[in-house]
């Protein structure tokens, strides 16, 4: 069984908006498009700050404000496949520059985030262990 780390993270505003983008489904298929958090795989040999960092700047073209917090960490098994995923919270600014890897975004509320369809399951689970 292969084991792969994923970082993910929640990112806010000033306007205490928080950050989702919209999965693109083309470069995605398996996955289909659904709403999430910025982030993704590791790569071994550095850091999880640097990989967070790193994602953030590819998917957005943001940067990281500060220090930012681990939230929840997820065990999403797979067949042939463990991904450990470790969600943080943290602030950001700027104006969004999306990659190829989602079509949308929005900076939205909490109840707002909560009516988003479709959204990614293992969000969701964040979501769900969170208290804003």
Same mark, same amino acid.
């Given at each position: 069984m292969e084991l792969q780390v994923g970082v993910k993270i929640l990112l806010k505003n000033k306007e205490d908006k928080y950050l989702v983008l919209l999965r693109s489904a083309e470069k995605y298929? @398996?996955? *289909? %498009? %659904?709403? @999430?958090?910025p982030g993704g795989r590791?790569?071994? *040999?550095?850091?999880? +700050? /640097?990989n967070l960092k790193r994602e953030?700047? /590819?998917e957005t073209g943001l940067e990281i404000l500060g220090e930012f917090t681990l939230i929840t960490a997820q065990d999403i098994l797979k067949t042939n496949k463990h991904i450990v995923r470790l969600s943080?919270? *943290?602030?950001?600014? *700027?104006k969004v520059k #999306?990659? +190829?890897e989602h079509t949308d975004f =929005?900076? #939205?509320? &909490? @109840? !707002?985030? &909560? =009516? #988003?369809d479709p959204?990614? %399951?293992? $969000? =969701? !689970?964040?979501?769900? =262990?969170?208290? $804003?």
């Open positions: 298929p @398996e996955a *289909g %498009q %659904q709403w @999430e958090i590791i790569t071994p *040999g550095t850091t999880l +700050d /640097e953030v700047k /590819e943080y919270a *943290g602030l950001a600014d *700027g #999306l990659s +190829d =929005k900076w #939205l509320n &909490l @109840e !707002e985030i &909560l =009516k #988003l959204i990614d %399951q293992y $969000f =969701k !689970e964040v979501l769900n =262990k969170i208290n $804003f």
